[in-house]
């Protein structure tokens, strides 16, 4: 995970929100909101961890005055949907042959088949060609399971994975891509 | 919620991790770790939310010079048991006769009623009077509808409430209260 680019957007986004240039995780961020306020769905990005050296208090109150970021072991969204637990994490890639696995880490990969082996719902929605995929988290395992590459392949992700509708409100509907996926039938 | 306390807390745990004095927050970090590594669930606490003013690099790499806790708009763990989506949050109390709502921010409380309707599992542990209690939400959510009184008394977190058995592995056995509370019959 980027972190330097984490920062980046705590800034970028107190001097912006216009639509141009929004990123992925500013994205999701709005459709969650929509999800909450239309009572579809209650799901959130987990706040950032971070491991606190030093803290005081200034005018403002309690201030944070030195902290590291911490790898994260899990993934950076998780909530509730129809009584299922979903948990994923959103990545973009520049590259537009393959997706590098090294954008999940170990424990993220681990974590993923820990929800799949106690019934929630994981994938990743992956931005890759101007396009936003969700791919299923076994989709993902199966990939690993079956393959020494270091990258997921654009075409698998094509043929895997769903893309996700572009819209204003939500910006970006993955749930109708999740009913689609999980709750066909019902 | 006590972030002062919070802080201590961070700085605490990096003394000692002894048993005594152990407080709620670690025992339950404790319990979360041992139902991971024995794969019973998957549950974590969620990183304190924070707000980044200012940050740089040193020689540990980037590093927060600057930043604000901001108030959860969620409970503190979530995750995942037996294909159902938990959500709950800990809290304790030195009064004796009563559990002050204070403790339960609003939009806390608003969460936890979002859970239920969406088909989760959510309650609060107490520690009060050496006990640690669990309160299902429905039954928190219950006493403010049919209350004008602005803390719960210790008669109905005794009537209601479960006592969660303190042991050496896990430290809390929360997961035998959910059992009997959610699981029963399966």
Redesign the interface.
């Known amino acids: 995970m980027n972190?330097?680019g984490k920062?980046k957007k705590?800034f970028k986004r107190q001097v912006s929100h216009s639509n141009r240039g929004m990123d992925l995780e500013e994205l999701i961020n709005q459709s969650n909101n929509f999800y909450?306020e239309e009572?579809i769905?209650?799901i959130?990005k987990?706040?950032?961890?971070?491991?606190?050296v030093d803290?005081s208090f200034d005018s403002?109150?309690?201030?944070?005055?030195?902290?590291?970021?911490?790898e994260p072991?899990?993934l950076d969204y998780?909530?509730?949907?129809?009584?299922?637990?979903i948990?994923f994490d959103a990545k973009s890639t520049q590259n537009k042959t393959s997706f590098p696995l090294s954008n999940l880490h170990d424990h993220q990969y681990n974590?993923m088949k820990?929800?799949i082996?106690?019934?929630?719902i994981t994938f990743l929605i992956i931005s890759m060609n101007s396009n936003y995929y969700l791919l299923d988290g076994k989709d993902i395992i199966d990939f690993v399971n079956s393959n020494d590459r270091k990258s997921i392949p654009f075409s698998y992700i094509e043929e895997k994975g769903y893309i996700i509708d572009k819209k204003i409100r939500p910006r970006l509907d993955y749930i109708k891509v999740i009913d689609k996926i999980y709750f066909q039938g019902d």
Do not use: C, M, Q
Not at 60 to 70: E, N
């Open positions: 972190y330097p920062i705590e909450l009572n769905a209650v959130y987990k706040p950032t961890p971070i491991t606190i803290a403002h109150g309690r201030v944070i005055t030195k902290a590291y970021f911490k072991s899990t998780n909530g509730l949907y129809k009584g299922k637990y948990d974590h820990s929800i082996e106690h019934g929630g």
